[in-house]
T-cell receptor
């Protein structure tokens, strides 16, 4: 069965610290996509990154970086030099085929609190 | 591009009334739209998959007669919560897949609708 596990429920850091959010997934699909979304207090989901199962190259975007390791079924997200504006809930998600459609299953989310 | 809107953003209603939430893809055509529900401090749970011109596919445990979904056009899906009760209070989020870019399996999310039933 498809499953996304975000073991860290809540992380608190002080501004400028680096922080890594873990994501471990399970899937039977050979082709799949992984996503990270940010959900600030306003509630709107903000797309951060998409990665397909054939592309294990790590990616860096500004202070954000992602480490995709198929061997351990992990897709971890690191924020370097965290800022207060990074405070939000972060969701890792996985596509899966369900009833003929491709849809998303989400992890439970990790709440990140960055204090000044 | 790829903007999804939801209306209303917030609604408060009395128990027993029905509430309609609209989800629109503003700059693309969406043959498939999804409806999610999110309780406070919880994850998003898929309620149903909505396809233009056909019946929605509901997830196990979601009452079809309670949550009516209509996808009448390529840019609009509606979710109607019928005879709402306080336990239906939640954050409802829709998403849409761009018909032209479905190879990426990406869903574009609306800003959500916060429903409070008194």
């Amino acid at each position: 069965a498809q499953k996304v596990t975000q073991a860290q429920t809540e992380i608190s850091v002080v501004e400028k610290e680096d922080v890594t959010l873990d994501c471990v997934y399970e899937t039977r699909d050979t082709t799949y996509y992984l996503f990270w979304y940010k959900q600030p207090p306003s509630g709107e989901l903000v797309f951060l990154i998409r990665r397909n199962s054939f592309d294990e190259q790590n990616e860096i975007s500004g202070r954000y970086s992602w480490n995709f390791q198929k061997s351990t079924s992990s897709f971890n997200f690191t924020i370097t030099a965290s800022q207060v504006v990074d405070s939000a809930v972060y969701f890792c998600a996985l596509t899966f085929t369900h009833s003929g459609y491709s849809t998303l299953t989400f992890g439970k989310g990790t709440m990140l609190l960055v204090s000044p | 591009g790829a903007v999804v809107s939801q209306h209303p953003s917030r609604v408060i209603c009395k128990s027993g009334t029905s509430v309609k939430i609209e989800c629109r893809s503003l700059d693309f055509q969406a043959t498939t739209m999804f409806w999610y529900r999110q309780f406070p401090k919880k994850s998003l749970m898929l309620m149903a998959t909505s396809n233009e011109g056909s019946k929605a596919t509901y997830e196990q445990g979601v009452e079809k007669d309670k949550f009516l979904i209509n996808h009448a056009s390529l840019t609009l899906s509606t979710l109607t919560v019928t005879s709402a009760h306080p336990e239906d209070s939640s954050f409802y989020i829709c998403s849409a897949r761009d018909h032209q870019r479905k190879v990426y399996n990406e869903q574009f999310f609306g800003p959500g609708t916060r429903l409070t039933v008194l």
